[in-house]
């Protein structure tokens, strides 16, 4: 009886769990990226919290769902989730997208260990050398079109990382504070071992889109939009990113 007990009271929590996940306005999706994001940070990183918090502003609730940025962006691009996280601006996304202000900025480079002492001055230099980058990322137009380049795809950072620290890669292209993090937290025998090399790949401000497969995705846009402008107006998003050890 007490095992029928228990397992009865588990099932209920387990249905309860599932109501709550349920009870959101929004369903939003990203892909777990590290301090931006990422179901593993407090309160799912700074630009999460940045973007919960405008629509709490306003009287509604997202919820975010972790996935592969490739699965994220396509699925987002068909509306089957109203909005996709942490986006640079391409302009042939317009189409299928509409964009939030900017929410915070992100910085690629390239990346190897000292010890190969590679150097260069442009991309066309790089052909020896494997490359590792992250399947669906846009790092630059003129780094994604050198189909001279040797690239190894790999589902995230961390895999990517993890392959420079045996030697399985040459280089690296990652952003600047991603690599930082996973290098502090999974890698640190790698903190002085690496070298950011001066050409930088992108230096571009990171949004919220919003699909406009939604019948509503200007409300969404207009809701996010007079949220957010309220937090900056009382200093909210510079106060999150100060308390997850950033600046804006």
Same mark, same amino acid.
């Given at each position: 009886?007490?095992?029928?007990?228990?397992?009865?009271?588990?099932?209920?929590?387990?249905?309860? $769990? =599932?109501? %709550?996940?349920?009870?959101?306005? &929004? @369903?939003?999706?990203?892909? #777990?990226?590290?301090?931006?994001?990422?179901?593993?940070?407090?309160?799912?990183?700074?630009?999460?919290?940045?973007?919960?918090?405008?629509?709490?502003?306003?009287?509604?609730?997202?919820?975010?769902?972790?996935?592969?940025?490739?699965?994220?962006?396509?699925?987002?691009?068909?509306?089957?989730?109203?909005?996709?996280?942490?986006?640079?601006?391409?302009?042939?996304?317009?189409?299928?997208?509409?964009? $939030? =202000?900017? %929410?915070?900025?992100?910085?690629? &480079? @390239?990346?190897?260990?000292? #010890?190969?002492?590679?150097?260069?001055?442009?991309?066309?230099?790089?052909?020896?050398?494997?490359?590792?980058?992250?399947?669906?990322?846009?790092?630059?137009?003129?780094?994604?079109?050198?189909?001279?380049?040797?690239?190894?795809?790999?589902?995230?950072?961390?895999?990517?990382?993890?392959?420079?620290?045996?030697?399985?890669?040459?280089?690296?292209?990652?952003?600047?504070?991603?690599?930082?993090?996973?290098?502090?937290?999974?890698?640190?025998?790698?903190?002085?071992?690496?070298?950011?090399?001066?050409?930088?790949?992108?230096?571009?401000?990171?949004?919220?889109?919003?699909?406009?497969?939604?019948?509503?995705?200007?409300?969404?846009?207009?809701?996010?939009?007079?949220?957010?402008?309220?937090?900056?107006?009382?200093?909210?998003?510079?106060?999150?990113?100060?308390?997850?050890?950033?600046?804006?």
């Amino acid at each position: 009886m007490k095992n029928l007990f228990l397992t009865f009271f588990l099932c209920l929590l387990s249905t309860a $769990s =599932s109501a %709550i996940d349920k009870d959101f306005d &929004y @369903l939003f999706a990203t892909d #777990s990226w590290p301090p931006y994001l990422g179901p593993e940070l407090k309160n799912g990183g700074f630009f999460s919290e940045i973007v919960k918090e405008a629509f709490r502003l306003k009287g509604k609730k997202v919820s975010i769902l972790y996935t592969s940025w490739k699965r994220a962006f396509e699925l987002t691009k068909k509306g089957k989730y109203e909005a996709l996280l942490g986006v640079y601006y391409l302009p042939e996304r317009e189409k299928f997208f509409k964009y $939030s =202000s900017v %929410i915070s900025h992100s910085r690629q &480079y @390239l990346y190897s260990k000292k #010890s190969r002492n590679i150097t260069f001055n442009s991309l066309r230099e790089l052909s020896p050398y494997r490359i590792g980058v992250v399947r669906g990322y846009h790092y630059s137009k003129e780094f994604n079109d050198a189909n001279y380049l040797d690239r190894h795809e790999e589902v995230n950072t961390k895999k990517i990382v993890k392959l420079l620290l045996i030697d399985r890669l040459d280089l690296i292209a990652a952003e600047q504070r991603v690599l930082k993090y996973h290098i502090d937290t999974a890698f640190p025998e790698l903190r002085n071992q690496y070298q950011q090399h001066p050409l930088q790949l992108q230096n571009k401000n990171l949004h919220l889109v919003i699909s406009k497969k939604l019948p509503n995705f200007m409300q969404i846009y207009e809701e996010f939009e007079a949220g957010f402008t309220l937090m900056k107006e009382e200093g909210i998003d510079k106060a999150i990113m100060h308390e997850h050890g950033f600046d804006l």
